[in-house]
């Protein structure tokens, strides 16, 4: 762009917006001690440079002038950081299909700076906003993928249900078919082509109601995502590919469950079929079953011992597993079957409960699916177990109620007799009620956590007020305002770091501190590794250029799996992102989580100037005030007298109760996504219900031609399925609050929250 306007300036639309101008207006620039008037020429689009931004909001507050309109600005000198300077480069192609061209214009580009002898830091923005733009959708698919997997689960329960329920409906026409020549394969082929056209049309009813619910989604996800200082656009895009594949799972998926169970209810004696008579349990089990058991426990053998040096979550919780099903079978032989798998249930959820606890190192930057297969694998082990203790349940229940109770007996009778298909029904409702306690108790449990974690965040200071580094607010001026008794000045900027096993350098923000800082009580400290105290960590790294302070989220910009574990000890490498001049860093301790306040690595004011080869502007100011003092309407007081060096000025507790807010509105959010999934269990129980009464109606003529009332059945109905539902619920809430209590209390899963 050609353009020598004296006075004049371009600005982007981005910041035209925000400042409510239009072209002609005037504008002022407050920078390096002195007002500079301008005349907005121009309104540009966020394209090229009026849309280049390097920082982590998604628009682009640029002004643009000429050199001599900055060579004016820039005359006084007086205070701030001296100007940067950077060279864009754009590579051949389109918005996004020219950062194809990026590894290789890298090299040519490292290889000219050499040439000219010129020290240089090269950054490939565009790859880094790509990158980081998949991991975060990536994150947010995880996410639904895994609290939704329990839905699905639950689903799938309820369709092998209903095709049993089926074929017991129908178990004397099935029996008289088969009698007169009917073949088991075409019994399979019926019922599978009669699920063929259940899962067609649920799944293309399903993918049509998936992209509802993924506009509801978008919509409700960027509103909580936008808030006073986080921006996080998200757009709604139809990709037909996913929508196939999407269908394609479904349906799969569904019609494999149909097939399978159809396989299982074809196996019926014919003459026990057509009388209606129940099959015998099977005294010993088959030696096919006895070989797969056998498997089953070599495998987990096998798992175990390769998942025990790598401390590998997913191993260590499904080894032992597969180990006490396998013998499960074996140990039926000789103590019996109800004693042999009652006893297994019980070892597989000790063993899952109790995993992180026992070895912690299992949860370091382990993916959300671990927690998935935990839930599953308790939810099986526990359903299985209560299966196994029905019938002591029901004593327990006629008991209590003094045995006399005739619609008790009868609403206990049929899940006594089915226990396979109780268990089921169970399951689903079990696996629902898990995720959705699972998330709702730890939403209350982060939100307890605010006023511990402002508190750790603020230490002894009350106010943060940041301003522009090119004309930045003096710690005099703010020190002889009313009611203030301490002020800090820090010094932000952004460096770009590496640690082992990333691929390329992140930026992230700096902040420099210096002897003023500690005196006003810096924040506590979450672990201060080999220091007694945290005074003497924070001193440590004011006098030692290669000790730094950083907190758990350091690095972690896409919200997925974490790229570097902050512990004490780990080493980090800092680097100049103009001068390419670098620096290795140990991390002596860890400070508390700052949500927006976004301070960063904390390092000695010393440090910085020799890594960057400047004094650093000290842009932002932790000012303490006198008790009493209402901190919010200080920092609106102090934002307005300070407008002209571009000040904000926010209330620590302000700034952490909005980080926490929108904690707490996302997980809001995955509840009422997990909501759907608890509809499935109650669609399902009525179902389930309905069906049920169809299969006993010889059953229930039987008991009314007895003398039974209507009320009476009906009464035996609605205790059937509010045991089940109970049932379901218990054993979902409290293994969710069982597991909840070993990740929080008993392991450092979630540093020192309070179970």
């Known amino acids: 762009m050609r353009w020598s306007g004296f006075g004049r300036t371009a600005i982007a639309v981005d910041l035209a917006r925000a400042l409510h101008v239009d072209v002609g207006d005037r504008v002022a620039v407050y920078a390096y001690g002195r007002r500079t008037p301008l005349v907005v020429d121009r309104i540009l ?31 006084a000198g007086s205070g701030g950081s001296p100007p940067t300077w950077r060279i864009a480069v754009s590579n051949l192609g389109g918005v996004e299909s020219g950062e194809a061209q990026t590894d290789e214009v890298l090299p040519l580009l490292e290889r000219a700076a050499a040439n000219a002898g010129v020290e240089t830091q090269i950054y490939a923005a565009k790859q880094t906003a790509l990158d980081t733009a998949e991991a975060v959708g990536e994150s947010f698919t995880s996410m639904f993928t895994a609290t939704g997997s329990f839905g699905v689960l639950a689903g799938l329960l309820l369709l092998v249900n209903l095709f049993v329920m089926l074929a017991a409906e129908r178990k004397t026409e099935l029996g008289m078919a088969r009698a007169v020549g009917m073949r088991r394969s075409e019994v399979v082929g019926a019922f599978a082509t009669e699920g063929w056209l259940y899962a067609l049309i649920s799944s293309v009813l399903g993918v049509g109601v998936g992209i509802g619910l993924g506009v509801v989604l978008v919509e409700a996800t960027s509103a909580v995502m936008v808030t006073e200082h986080n921006r996080f656009d998200l757009e709604f895009a139809l990709v037909p590919s996913s929508l196939a594949l999407a269908f394609s799972i479904g349906f799969a998926v569904a019609l494999l469950t149909i097939v399978g169970t159809s396989l299982r209810v074809s196996r019926l004696n014919i003459i026990r079929a057509i009388r209606d008579v129940a099959e015998p349990p099977p005294r010993r ?7 797969v058991a056998a498997l089953a426990a070599a495998a987990g053998v096998t798992l175990t011992l390769s998942a025990l040096e790598p401390r590998d979550g997913f191993g260590l919780l499904l080894g032992p597993t597969l180990v006490v099903v396998g013998v499960a079978p074996f140990a039926a032989r000789l103590i019996g079957t ?21 070895v912690p190192a299992t949860t370091k930057g382990a993916s959300i699916m671990l927690y998935v297969v935990q839930g599953i694998v308790l939810t099986a082990a526990a359903v299985t177990l209560v299966s196994f203790q029905q019938e002591r349940l029901s004593r327990l229940l006629r008991w209590l109620t003094g045995r006399h109770s005739l619609s008790l007996r009868l609403g206990l009778a049929y899940p006594l007799a089915r226990r396979s298909r109780t268990g089921l029904t169970i399951a689903m409702y079990a696996l629902v009620v898990f995720i959705l306690t699972f998330i709702t108790s730890l939403a ?8 511990t974690a402002t508190a750790r965040v603020a230490g002894g200071y009350d106010i943060s007020l940041v301003s522009s580094a090119a004309n930045p607010v003096t710690l005099e001026q703010v020190a002889r305002l009313d009611g203030v008794t301490h002020v800090a000045p820090l010094s932000r900027a952004t460096a770009f770091f590496r640690v082992e096993g990333m691929d390329e350098a992140t930026p992230w923000n700096l902040t420099a501190y210096d002897a003023r800082f500690l005196a006003g009580s810096p924040p506590v400290l979450e672990d201060r590794g080999v220091y007694a105290s945290d005074r003497e960590a924070w001193s440590a790294v004011l006098h030692d250029p290669t000790l730094a302070i950083v907190d758990a989220a350091f690095l972690q910009a896409s919200g997925g799996p974490a790229k570097f574990t902050a512990e004490p000890g780990a080493s980090v490498t800092v680097s100049d992102p103009y001068t390419g001049r670098t620096r290795t860093l140990t991390v002596a301790a860890l400070a508390p989580i700052d949500y927006f306040i976004e301070n960063g690595l904390f390092y000695g004011v010393d440090g910085a100037r020799t890594l960057f080869g400047y004094a650093p502007a000290f842009d932002r100011l932790y000012i303490s005030l006198r008790p009493g003092v209402d901190a919010d309407a200080f920092a609106e007081n102090a934002q307005a007298r300070y407008l002209r060096h571009g000040a904000e000025a926010v209330s620590i507790d302000a700034i952490m109760a909005e980080g926490f807010t929108m904690t707490r509105q996302i997980f809001q959010l995955f509840q009422g996504y997990l909501a759907l999934g608890l509809l499935v269990g109650i669609a399902g129980t009525a179902v389930v219900m309905i069906r049920a009464v169809r299969e006993r109606r010889r059953q229930i003529g039987t008991l009314r031609a007895l003398g039974f009332g209507k009320r009476m059945v009906g009464r035996s109905f609605a205790i059937e399925t509010a045991t089940v539902a109970v049932e379901g619920s218990l054993i979902g809430s409290v293994l969710a609050l069982v597991t909840l209590y070993d990740i929080v209390a008993l392991s450092d899963s979630f540093g020192e929250m309070t179970f």
């Open 45 to 75: 689009p966020r394209r090229g440079l009026a849309g280049f931004w390097l920082g982590p909001e998604p628009e682009a507050h640029n002004l643009l002038v000429s050199r001599p309109t900055f060579d004016r600005i820039r005359a």
């Open 285 to 291: 089990p088959r030696a096919w079953r006895l070989v």
């Open 338 to 358: 109800d004693a042999a798998h009652t006893a297994a249930a019980l070892l597989v959820v000790g063993w899952a409960a109790m995993l992180f606890a026992l």
């Open 444 to 451: 209350h449990m982060i939100d307890s956590e605010i006023d």
